[in-house]
């Protein structure tokens, strides 16, 4: 490039500039035939002496040689500088990216910064400084912005003044007397509510176990009465359609054992107390009052007439005995035997899977009733055994002295049901005989 420059520079000195009234102009003189281009003639075409013009381009050359030599000796002067301000920029940079966050962007910067800008260079030496001078001015830019940052940095890391961390102390101490007390205040309402949560706890569980032990009661006794044999069976209409039924089944018996309480006013006749009938057989047992006939007691259809009377309107208790063998049976009145007898169905076995039947007589399995043959009153504690009790037993049932219920057939609320209008309701019927007599 600088050889050109020269050629150039050479070329110019065939260029001769002459001055009129005008102003500044060119003159072209032709070059004798059989010249060498390039060598000096004058203006009536001679040529100039060779030696002035080598002269000329001797000091051109040189001089051209110094100024590329100092070219270059500033060139590696401002490399060296470079690399050194890159380097202290990269230290810097590195040290302020562990101490602050916007160290990234920073890094970008570098990035773009740390660029080797030196193959861009234009090519003409003075632009060439010019732009080394700018850069160099950037990097010096950017190396006092990161010395104040630096700075910051280390002001911001230094140790506090004494009395700026008593200050600081104390308030921490402060605030952490405050967060203890909360802390205190906090457990002792975590203690009260836990305390106020097991008395309602305690208070819902007794709760509950009255609310179950009353639902157990209910289920055990099934009913509204103290205990389930206190009550009574009303039937107070001498109707086809008022009775009580006993859901449980006979055994097949050879004897048996019939007690009960009854109240009765009707006239004709009480009625029936009760009946029941087998298949084949309507009337396996019956125990009837009817019209103006006695009290009569139906084994397999076979009667016996017994010596009761029981139509006064007050409670009476009565139990009826039969065995097999003979026929034999006995008659009680309120704990008294007023009659005996034999040869009532005698040898006959009571036959099973029947209907148990109050107040009404049965003229097929457990229906077809005559409203002339219905009981009229109050029934309550009808037992059956399947064995003939002993008087002391009986006198003891009919003065309540003695418990007994069934074993065939005990008188319990969820034992019977009733149809047609007739009712249960309560009685505990020692005391209500004891208020009658």
Same mark, same amino acid.
């Given at each position: 490039? %600088?050889?050109?420059?020269?050629?150039?520079?050479?070329?110019?000195?065939?260029?001769?500039?002459?001055?009129?009234?005008?102003?500044?102009?060119?003159?072209?003189?032709?070059?004798?035939?059989? /010249?060498? *281009?390039?060598?000096?003639?004058?203006?009536? #075409?001679?040529?100039?002496?060779?030696?002035?013009?080598?002269? $000329?381009?001797?000091?051109?050359?040189?001089?051209?040689? $110094? !100024?590329?030599?100092?070219?270059?000796?500033?060139?590696?002067?401002?490399?060296?500088?470079?690399?050194?301000?890159?380097?202290?920029? /990269?230290?810097?940079?590195?040290?302020?990216?562990?101490?602050? =966050?916007?160290?990234?962007?920073?890094?970008?910067?570098?990035?773009?910064?740390?660029?080797?800008? @030196?193959?861009?260079? *234009?090519?003409?030496?003075?632009?060439?400084?010019?732009?080394?001078?700018? !850069? @160099?001015? =950037?990097?010096?830019?950017?190396?006092?912005?990161?010395?104040?940052?630096?700075?910051?940095?280390?002001?911001?890391?230094?140790?506090?003044?004494?009395?700026?961390?008593?200050? %600081?102390?104390?308030?921490?101490?402060?605030?952490?007397?405050?967060?203890?007390?909360?802390?205190?205040?906090?457990?002792? $309402?975590?203690?009260? %509510?836990?305390?106020?949560?097991?008395?309602?706890?305690?208070? !819902?569980? &007794?709760?509950? &176990? /009255?609310? @179950?032990?009353?639902?157990?009661?209910?289920?055990?006794?099934?009913?509204?009465?103290? =205990? *389930?044999?206190?009550?009574?069976?009303? %039937? *107070?209409?001498?109707?086809?359609?008022?009775?009580?039924?006993?859901?449980?089944?006979?055994?097949?018996?050879?004897?048996?054992?019939?007690? @009960?309480?009854?109240?009765?006013?009707?006239?004709?006749?009480?009625?029936?107390?009760?009946?029941?009938?087998?298949?084949?057989? /309507?009337?396996?047992?019956?125990?009837?009052?009817?019209?103006?006939?006695?009290?009569?007691?139906?084994?397999?259809?076979?009667?016996?007439?017994?010596?009761?009377?029981?139509?006064?309107?007050?409670?009476?208790?009565?139990?009826?005995?039969?065995?097999?063998?003979?026929?034999?049976?006995?008659?009680?009145?309120?704990?008294?035997?007023?009659?005996?007898?034999?040869?009532?169905?005698?040898?006959?076995?009571?036959?099973?899977?029947?209907?148990?039947?109050?107040?009404?007589?049965?003229?097929?399995?457990? #229906?077809?009733?005559?409203?002339?043959?219905?009981?009229?009153?109050?029934? =309550?504690?009808?037992?059956?055994?399947?064995?003939?009790?002993?008087?002391?037993?009986?006198?003891?049932?009919?003065?309540?002295?003695?418990?007994?219920?069934?074993?065939?057939?005990?008188?319990?609320?969820?034992?019977?049901?009733?149809?047609?209008?007739?009712?249960?309701?309560?009685?505990?019927?020692?005391?209500?005989?004891?208020?009658?007599?």
């Amino acid at each position: 490039m %600088l050889i050109l420059f020269g050629l150039l520079y050479l070329g110019s000195g065939q260029l001769v500039r002459t001055q009129d009234a005008t102003g500044s102009r060119f003159v072209c003189n032709a070059i004798p035939p059989g /010249a060498e *281009p390039g060598c000096g003639y004058g203006q009536t #075409g001679n040529r100039i002496p060779s030696s002035s013009v080598e002269e $000329e381009l001797r000091n051109t050359i040189i001089q051209l040689r $110094e !100024t590329i030599l100092q070219q270059k000796e500033t060139i590696v002067s401002q490399q060296g500088t470079i690399k050194e301000l890159n380097s202290k920029l /990269a230290r810097c940079e590195a040290a302020t990216d562990d101490s602050q =966050s916007k160290s990234r962007g920073q890094g970008s910067r570098r990035k773009d910064y740390g660029k080797n800008t @030196m193959g861009d260079l *234009p090519r003409d030496p003075g632009d060439t400084i010019d732009q080394l001078g700018k !850069t @160099m001015q =950037s990097l010096k830019g950017r190396l006092e912005s990161l010395e104040v940052s630096a700075l910051t940095v280390s002001s911001a890391l230094a140790p506090l003044p004494p009395e700026l961390r008593d200050v %600081l102390r104390q308030r921490l101490g402060a605030l952490e007397t405050q967060l203890l007390r909360k802390v205190a205040e906090l457990e002792e $309402e975590k203690s009260q %509510l836990y305390n106020e949560t097991a008395a309602h706890r305690q208070r !819902t569980e &007794n709760a509950l &176990n /009255a609310l @179950m032990e009353r639902i157990t009661e209910l289920e055990k006794n099934n009913n509204a009465f103290k =205990s *389930p044999e206190d009550f009574k069976v009303s %039937l *107070p209409l001498r109707t086809n359609y008022l009775y009580g039924r006993i859901k449980k089944s006979l055994p097949e018996m050879y004897a048996f054992t019939v007690c @009960m309480w009854l109240k009765s006013s009707a006239s004709p006749g009480i009625g029936t107390p009760f009946s029941y009938g087998v298949p084949g057989q /309507a009337n396996e047992i019956v125990l009837i009052e009817w019209g103006n006939n006695p009290i009569e007691l139906l084994v397999n259809d076979k009667v016996a007439q017994l010596p009761l009377s029981v139509s006064d309107g007050r409670w009476h208790h009565i139990c009826i005995t039969w065995t097999t063998r003979d026929g034999f049976w006995e008659a009680y009145q309120d704990g008294e035997r007023l009659g005996t007898g034999d040869n009532l169905a005698p040898w006959h076995p009571i036959k099973p899977g029947g209907v148990i039947i109050l107040g009404q007589e049965q003229d097929i399995v457990g #229906g077809r009733f005559d409203a002339t043959q219905a009981f009229v009153g109050e029934l =309550s504690q009808f037992n059956m055994w399947d064995r003939v009790l002993r008087p002391v037993d009986i006198v003891g049932l009919a003065n309540c002295s003695a418990y007994m219920p069934g074993n065939v057939v005990p008188w319990v609320d969820a034992n019977v049901e009733v149809f047609g209008g007739a009712s249960k309701a309560p009685l505990e019927i020692c005391e209500d005989r004891a208020f009658d007599s």
